[in-house]
């Protein structure tokens, strides 16, 4: 809460300074708890905003923890992306094969856990919507235990705030605006906005001196020497860029300054114009293509929409091409907010309407880009579309970017045009936006639709080993054991089948419930528990509570029957364990250290009736016999123990869990004490007569004196 005090100070200072601080209260995120990475349903997405240009934005992190985290060591990720969710494979699961995985303006940065405070500082960062991804690095399954991590609490705290810096020169279309340079101002920022329609943008420059003046524009952000997307240098005092043919609704800025600094001995007096041509009245070139809008139909689920040309009504696109149409085809459609947590596809079929030679290669050569179409010389290589004659290609977008993006198409012969003259292709395409991927996530995986600090997004959830965004990375799979495991975890129960018939033999039948009661919740909670192929007889976690509620009582139990004390006072400690058993896992049921710590009371308790009785009766209780019978059940539950708490990890989970079932099923069998008859009166008296104890401790029993340690053993030993 002082932090955030301080910060709102901070900013109001800065604003008092005649300078805007560039901070709200969305963008502050208080002590958010973050997860081990195992798909973007354990991720956590933020979101911040750059109202204006600035020259530097601050993320400023804390990273602080609860539990047991002092051996559990782990980096945090802090990967920011400008207008989209950010793309990430941190165990390097690979994409679908059509999937372009290629990002724009994604920072990566990586926390070590024992860092308490961090930065990330971004240098001419883009204005607009930036997005955080955050997730703890998940530690490899062989070093670590499946528990280790659990008792960990990772938070995370982070703000941005940066210092606008407006430029202070607006260009108007077709108006050209004095720019004078001088030294109080050694460079200059300038900006335009640019409107609706396919325009080709021309910069012009003139300046009244010799001195070299150097022009550098960027898109959405202040340029500079390494970070521009045009570049050009005023020699003899006049010069001109080319903007291509931008979208709408774009800011470019320009930093205007000189090379040498010794020019501006004298004021540099300058004028820069903005000048556009309408592409729709020219024929194409690289820089000048007629675009045709599309508008977006919306369906009933989550980031499904279809976009169709702007004056049709159909589904599809279809058009023609021939070595004589030398045309090049543009299709603008919209990426926001509304859709930028799915996919975008784009599907296309072409065919080929007449006879072509053997020898003629066609094909059409495609290009995705962001803000303005381009051609495919010109395209990113990873935005590349090459569709070969009577041909089916498909290409998709995982979290697209937040843009007006540009599909062009263009006719493609490698051979000589009297070859290609009278060929024509049909091209048949479709853009749409799915939930997760098309075939929803496929046979292995779950699309699922998530909210992150009020973020939605779809995402996989991967079964049986696969991962990657569409669940196609089957290198770690573990489909083969999938069957073993399951059969495994489940009929490794009926091992305790033993112990409840032994239980009921030996007439200790609130044994033998327990014993039951967790054999069959054990086993319908791992057939539950399954990716694929799941029986629940009720609720997920309904049975997995009954699970570990009927192991803990299976321990409790079985200790408190192996102590000696009369049976109506175990009925009531059976009684109270179990209610122990309850609230503990009520509380978590996922903590070790309350198991073990319950584990150690319990026995503790067996063993001071062990050591009372045998005091009394001046002889070991139990015998050595009995102790020698006792002591495989023993090294057999320490085992299991040994296996649950440190040896079990997520890849040996299935075998090493059924393992403890068959340990601590069979270690009963050893410590189930013996039922025998009960004594008659004479043998009662004839046993009282032999006990030096019996005139102290005996208590009335049919007119006999019976001792409190012989009551109870005249039902049960072991």
């Not at 004021?267 to 599309?294: A, E, V």
């Not at 040994?642 to 989970?653: A, G, M, S």
């Amino acid at each position: 809460m002082i932090k955030f005090i301080l910060i709102i100070l901070i900013s109001y200072c800065s604003a008092t300074n005649n300078s805007f601080r560039g901070y709200d209260f969305g963008q502050y995120y208080s002590r958010i708890r973050i997860y081990e990475y195992t798909d973007y349903s354990s991720v956590k997405f933020l979101k911040f905003n750059i109202y204006d240009t600035t020259k530097l934005a601050n993320w400023s992190i804390i990273i602080d923890t609860n539990g047991q985290c002092t051996n559990y060591l782990a980096n945090i990720h802090f990967d920011l992306q400008y207008g989209a969710y950010p793309l990430t494979n941190p165990r390097n699961e690979s994409f679908p094969e059509t999937y372009i995985s290629t990002r724009h303006d994604l920072t990566k940065t990586v926390f070590n856990r024992t860092v308490s405070n961090g930065t990330v500082q971004l240098e001419n960062p883009l204005r607009g919507t930036w997005f955080a991804l955050v997730f703890v690095e998940r530690l490899p399954t062989n070093t670590q235990s499946k528990r280790s991590s659990s008792n960990c609490n990772i938070y995370l705290t982070t703000w941005l705030d940066y210092q606008a810096e407006p430029a202070p020169l607006t260009l108007t279309l077709n108006q050209q605006l004095q720019i004078i340079l001088s030294n109080s101002s050694t460079f200059i920022y300038a900006s335009y906005y640019t409107s609706i329609g396919n325009s080709q943008l021309t910069l012009l420059s003139e300046w009244l001196s010799n001195c070299d003046i150097v022009i550098l524009g960027r898109l959405n952000g202040l340029p500079s020497v390494v970070q521009y997307d045009y570049q050009t240098v005023c020699k003899n005092g006049s010069c001109s860029i080319e903007l291509d043919q931008l979208a709408a609704f774009i800011w470019i800025y320009f930093q205007i300054s000189v090379k040498n600094l010794s020019c501006l001995n004298n004021p540099i007096h300058g004028s820069m114009l903005i000048h556009s041509t309408d592409c729709s009245s020219y024929s194409y070139n690289d820089t000048c293509i007629p675009s045709y809008p599309t508008r977006r139909l919306m369906f009933n689920y989550y980031f499904d929409f279809l976009y169709i040309p702007m004056y049709t009504n159909t589904n599809v696109t279809s058009i023609t091409s021939n070595g004589s149409d030398s045309s090049v085809y543009s299709y603008e459609f919209i990426v926001d907010d509304r859709n930028i947590g799915g996919t975008i596809h784009i599907d296309f079929e072409t065919q080929i309407k007449s006879y072509a030679p053997l020898n003629a290669n066609i094909s059409i050569l495609g290009c995705l880009s962001k803000n303005r179409p381009r051609r495919y010389h010109t395209c990113e290589i990873d935005y590349k579309i090459y569709i070969n004659k009577n041909s089916v290609v498909v290409r998709s977008l995982p979290y697209p970017e937040m843009a007006l993006w540009y599909l062009t198409l263009e006719y493609n012969c490698n051979d000589s045009k009297n070859i290609c003259n009278n060929v024509s292709m049909s091209v048949t395409f479709q853009i749409s936006s799915s939930q997760c991927t098309r075939e929803q996530c496929g046979t292995y995986g779950i699309c699922r639709i998530m909210t992150s600090q009020q973020n939605m997004f779809s995402t996989c959830t991967c079964l049986v080993g696969y991962r990657g965004y569409g669940c196609t990375d089957g290198t770690y799979s573990y489909l083969s054991r999938y069957l073993p495991s399951a059969l495994f975890l489940t009929l490794s129960n009926l091992m305790f089948i033993p112990a409840v018939i032994v239980a009921i033999y030996y007439r200790l039948y609130i044994e033998a419930l327990v014993y039951f009661f967790n054999m069959f919740f054990s086993t319908f909670y791992h057939a539950c528990d399954q990716e694929i192929h799941q029986i629940c007889i009720f609720k997920y976690d309904g049975l997995q509570l009954s699970d570990f509620i009927g192991s803990y009582s299976s321990f409790v139990i079985t200790l408190i029957t192996m102590s000696i004390i009369p049976r109506s006072i175990k009925a009531f400690l059976f009684i109270l364990g179990i209610l122990t058993c309850i609230a503990i896992n009520a509380r978590d049921r996922f903590d070790s250290l309350q198991f073990v710590a319950l584990m150690i009371i319990t026995f503790s308790f067996t063993i001071i009736t062990w050591i009372v009785v045998s005091i009394k009766k001046r002889r070991l209780q139990p015998s050595r016999k009995q102790l020698l019978l006792i002591t495989p059940g023993l090294v057999l539950s320490i085992t299991g123990i040994i296996l649950f708490v440190v040896v079990e990890t997520d890849d040996n989970y299935w075998y090493i869990h059924s393992l403890w079932h068959i340990l601590m099923a069979t270690s009963i069998l050893f410590f189930l004490p013996k039922k025998i008859r009960q004594n008659t009166p004479t043998e009662r008296f004839s046993e009282i007569d032999r006990t030096p104890f019996h005139s102290s401790v005996g208590v009335i029993n049919q007119g006999a004196a019976i001792p409190l340690d012989q009551q109870d053993n005249s039902h049960e030993t072991h």
